[in-house]
C-alpha cells in the first residue's frame, strides 16, 4: 500500500495542514464492545472529509496491556485486538487517501511496555546480558543496593526505578509498565528504524514522536541526580547538562530518521512532542531532522492579546530560521480541553481544579467556550500547521467529575489519589442525540458521557449554523483560500491593547480576548466565533474580514 504520489511542491502539504489527532479508544466504537477502535474512525472518516483536515493523527493502538493508554507497546508491528487488526489498519489508510486524507501514527521510542518480548527476555536473563543492555538496569545504592540508583522521578509520580527480583533496579521516566530503552545500543536503534519503515510501507504518511527529546540519557557512573522541579521544561533550564531530557546525541537519531522517511515517494513527515523552551524545541527543527515540534506555548498561553502577540512572533520568526513552519495546538489527549481550560480564572491550578470535580473554582462555561471558539479561529488563520483535538470542534468541555472508580489514567494511582489524570480530555465522542453512548457505539462507552452532550453531538450540531461544529467547517473552507506558505502582518492601526489584528492575503484577522466590544472595520465577514452587532467585534470574539 502506498501513499498519495506528488510533486515536490505538494510533497511540502504539511507546511500548512490541518491533522486531528484521534483517541482511538475515544472516537468510535466499530464492534460495539465500548472501546472505540479502527474500524470505528473509517465509518466516521466522512465527518472528518467533511470538516475539511488534510490528515488525521492517530493515538497508539498497537498491542498493549494498556498501562498508560496505550502508550506501553508491546509490538510496534501490530494492531491490538482490541483496536481491530493489520487488515483494519489498511482499510482505514485506504479510506483516508480515497478522501484525500492522510494518516500519522504515533511513535512511542523512549520506552516499551513491560510485557514487549525484549523487556520479558531481560528479566530473565542475567545482570551485564546482551538482553538487559537494552533496556536500562542498574544496580541501586547502599551496603545492599536497597536505593535507586539515582533520584530520577517518574512523570506519573514516585520514583522512575523500580527494583527486580534479582536485586537491580531498572528505569521508567513513566509508568513501572514502561521501562526505558537504552539508545545507546545499536539494536536498539535498528530496531527502531525497521519500524519505521514497516510503517512507510504500509501508506502511512507522517509519524508523531512521544517524548521525542527524552530518549538518549546519560549513563556515565556514577549517575547524577537533578533539581527536581514541576515540569519537564522546567527541569532542563535547572540543569542545563540534563542526564536525561534534551541530549544532543538525541537528535542524531532524528536525522536517521529523517533520511529513512526522505527515502520513501513521497517523503514521509515526523513531528516530536518537545516540551522545552523555544529555543531549545528549534533545535530539533532542519532539513536534516524533524520537520515541526508541536508549539505548546501557544496551548498554554493565558486569553491575553499582549501574551499571544509574543508567543506568535517568537513561534512564526523561531520555525522561520530552522527552515520550518509553526505548528499549533490548543489542546490534546494529556490536557484539560480549551472549553473549560478557557472559562476558568487566571492562573488556577488544573490539578487541583480537577480534584475538586470542577467545582473550585467554579468554571463559566459559556465563556469558556466563546473564548475556544476565539482561540480556535486564530489558530486556523495565522500561518503554519495546526492541529485539533477531537471534540474541539463540538466544543466539548472536560468532564471534570469523573469519580474515582471510573478513572483509568495511572497517574491517579501513581500520585497516591493526588492527581486525577487525563480522562476527562479522552471520554468518547457523542455522535448522535440518543443511545447508550450518544452513537458512539452500541454499548456503552468505557468512560461515561455527560447527559448535557447530546446537545454537543454532531448530529446535534450539523446544520445549524451557529454551532461549533459548523464554525469549524467554514473556518477550513476558508482557511483554504488563504495562498499556501504566505507569512503574516500585524495592522500595526489595529492590533493594539485586547486586539490582535493581523492580514494574510485580503484577510484581515481580529481577535478580541477583552470583555468589552470594539469597533469592526469594513470587510465582508468570512467566519466570525460570535454573532456580530453592526460595525462591533464583542468581547472574547474573532472573526476574518475579506477586505480586497
Not at 426 to 434: F, L, M, Q, T
Not at 473 to 499: I, P
Request: proline share 9%.
Amino acid at each position: 500500500m502506498s501513499a498519495p504520489r506528488g510533486t515536490p511542491e505538494t510533497d511540502a502539504w504539511w507546511r500548512d495542514a490541518v491533522i486531528y489527532q484521534i483517541y482511538p479508544r475515544s472516537f468510535a466504537d466499530g464492534d460495539d464492545n465500548g472501546t472505540g477502535d479502527l474500524i470505528g474512525v473509517t465509518r466516521r472518516i466522512g465527518h472528518l472529509a467533511d470538516l475539511g483536515v488534510d490528515a488525521v493523527w492517530l493515538s497508539p493502538f498497537y498491542p498493549s496491556p494498556m498501562a498508560d493508554g496505550g502508550y506501553d507497546v508491546a509490538d510496534y508491528r501490530d494492531v491490538d485486538p482490541r483496536f481491530g487488526s493489520l487488515d483494519d489498519f489498511d482499510a482505514l489508510v485506504e479510506a483516508a487517501h480515497g478522501r484525500g486524507i492522510r494518516i500519522y501514527i504515533d511513535i512511542v521510542p523512549n520506552h516499551t511496555s513491560s510485557a514487549h518480548p525484549w523487556f520479558q527476555a531481560a528479566l530473565a536473563a542475567p545482570k551485564g546480558s546482551p538482553e538487559r543492555d537494552r533496556y536500562v538496569f542498574r544496580d541501586g545504592i547502599g551496603p545492599s543496593g536497597e536505593r535507586p540508583p539515582s533520584n530520577w522521578a517518574s512523570r506519573f509520580g514516585g520514583s522512575a526505578w523500580s527494583r527486580t527480583p534479582d536485586g537491580q533496579w531498572y528505569l521508567h521516566l513513566f509508568h513501572q509498565d514502561q521501562p526505558d530503552l537504552n539508545w545507546s545500543n545499536p539494536e536498539v536503534r535498528a530496531e527502531f528504524d525497521d519500524i519505521l519503515r514497516f510503517w512507510c510501507r504500509r501508506g502511512v504518511d507522517g509519524f508523531r514522536i512521544d517524548v521525542a527529546y527524552a530518549m538518549v540519557k546519560d549513563l556515565n557512573e556514577p549517575l547524577r541526580d537533578v533539581v527536581m522541579v514541576p515540569s519537564h521544561a522546567d527541569e532542563v533550564t535547572a540543569n542545563p547538562d540534563h542526564p536525561f531530557l534534551d541530549r544532543p546525541e538525541v537528535r542524531d537519531i532524528h536525522r536517521e530518521w529523517r533520511r529513512i522517511l526522505d527515502g520513501f515517494t513521497p517523503p514521509r513527515v515526523a513531528i516530536g512532542e518537545i516540551w522545552l523552551p523555544t529555543d531549545r524545541r528549534l533545535r530539533y527543527l532542519g532539513p536534516d531532522k524533524l520537520h515541526q515540534a508541536f508549539d505548546f506555548d501557544f496551548l498554554l498561553c493565558p486569553w491575553d492579546a499582549a501574551a499571544y502577540r509574543a508567543v506568535i512572533e517568537e513561534a512564526v520568526d523561531g520555525a522561520t530560521a530552522a527552515g520550518s513552519v509553526p505548528t499549533w495546538v490548543l489542546g490534546n489527549h494529556d490536557t484539560v480541553r480549551p472549553a473549560s481550560k478557557f472559562g476558568l480564572p487566571p492562573g488556577t491550578d488544573l490539578t487541583s481544579w480537577l480534584m475538586s470535580d470542577g467545582t473550585a473554582p467554579p468554571a463559566d462555561p459559556a465563556l469558556g467556550l466563546r473564548r475556544a471558539r476565539a482561540a480556535a479561529l486564530l489558530q486556523l488563520a495565522l500561518p503554519g500547521a495546526a492541529y485539533i483535538y477531537q471534540g474541539e470542534e463540538l466544543g466539548l468541555p472536560e468532564v471534570a467529575d469523573l469519580s474515582p472508580e471510573q478513572l483509568q489514567d495511572p497517574v491517579w494511582e501513581r500520585s497516591g489519589h493526588t492527581a486525577k489524570g487525563r480522562d476527562g480530555c479522552r471520554v468518547p465522542i457523542p455522535w448522535e442525540k440518543s443511545g447508550p453512548s450518544l452513537g458512539f457505539g452500541r454499548a456503552a462507552g468505557w468512560l461515561p458521557q455527560p447527559e448535557g452532550w447530546s446537545e454537543l453531538s454532531v448530529a446535534a450540531q450539523t446544520g445549524d449554523p451557529g454551532s461549533t461544529l459548523e464554525m469549524y467547517r467554514a473556518a477550513l473552507r476558508a482557511r483554504r483560500a488563504l495562498s499556501s506558505g504566505t507569512r503574516f502582518t500585524w495592522d500595526r492601526e489595529l492590533n493594539v491593547g485586547d486586539v490582535l489584528a493581523f492580514r494574510r492575503d485580503d484577510h484581515l484577522i481580529l481577535v478580541n480576548t477583552g470583555s468589552a466590544p470594539v469597533p469592526l472595520p469594513p470587510g465582508e465577514v468570512v467566519v466570525a466565533s460570535a454573532d456580530l452587532p453592526p460595525y462591533e467585534l464583542p468581547g472574547d470574539a474573532a472573526v476574518w474580514l475579506r477586505t480586497g
